[in-house]
């Protein structure tokens, strides 16, 4: 697996999304709304470093107890898989518990996406690998 971007939680997604822009990170991709997590979502890459900058857009969405227990601030690392099902197997037979189970991310091009936690590592993301 290879990373593939690191998740920043943030409450007013444009106000971050500026900040991170005077830092010279630049929009790779434009803010999506995701209806089925409730979250917008907004990828930018900064040489070679890429951010998925994520906020809460409904109040029952997946991250919104989140948000309220670790505020603005970065909770994930997502990987990318050739198998997502396989590894996240192997990451569960390590401690791994699933938070998520795969399912089509809009803001992936309906890629699969799955959570997964683990008490000494916290939040991890799998996204399938290919076009």
Same mark, same amino acid.
């Given at each position: 697996?290879?990373?593939?971007?690191?998740?920043?939680?943030?409450?007013?997604?444009?106000?971050?999304? *500026?900040?991170?822009?005077?830092?010279?990170?630049? &929009?790779?991709?434009?803010?999506?709304?995701?209806?089925?997590?409730?979250?917008?979502?907004?990828?930018?890459?900064?040489?070679?470093?890429?951010?998925?900058?994520? =906020? %809460? *857009?409904?109040?029952? =969405?997946? &991250?919104?107890?989140?948000? *309220?227990?670790?505020? #603005?601030? %970065?909770?994930?690392?997502?990987?990318?898989?050739?198998?997502?099902?396989?590894? +996240?197997?192997?990451? =569960?037979? #390590?401690?791994? &518990?699933?938070?998520?189970? %795969?399912?089509? +991310?809009?803001?992936?091009?309906?890629?699969?996406?799955? !959570?997964? &936690?683990? %008490? !000494?590592?916290?939040?991890?993301?799998?996204?399938?690998?290919?076009?």
């Amino acid at each position: 697996m290879k990373i593939h971007h690191l998740g920043y939680l943030v409450k007013k997604h444009d106000k971050a999304l *500026k900040e991170f822009e005077k830092l010279g990170f630049e &929009v790779t991709q434009d803010t999506v709304f995701d209806e089925y997590r409730g979250i917008d979502i907004t990828f930018l890459a900064k040489e070679g470093y890429v951010i998925e900058i994520v =906020s %809460p *857009k409904e109040k029952d =969405s997946v &991250v919104s107890e989140l948000f *309220k227990k670790i505020g #603005n601030s %970065p909770y994930h690392i997502c990987y990318e898989t050739d198998d997502i099902e396989k590894s +996240a197997a192997e990451l =569960s037979q #390590n401690g791994y &518990v699933m938070w998520e189970e %795969p399912h089509e +991310a809009v803001a992936m091009g309906g890629k699969r996406v799955c !959570f997964l &936690v683990h %008490p !000494f590592m916290g939040m991890i993301e799998l996204v399938e690998a290919g076009e």
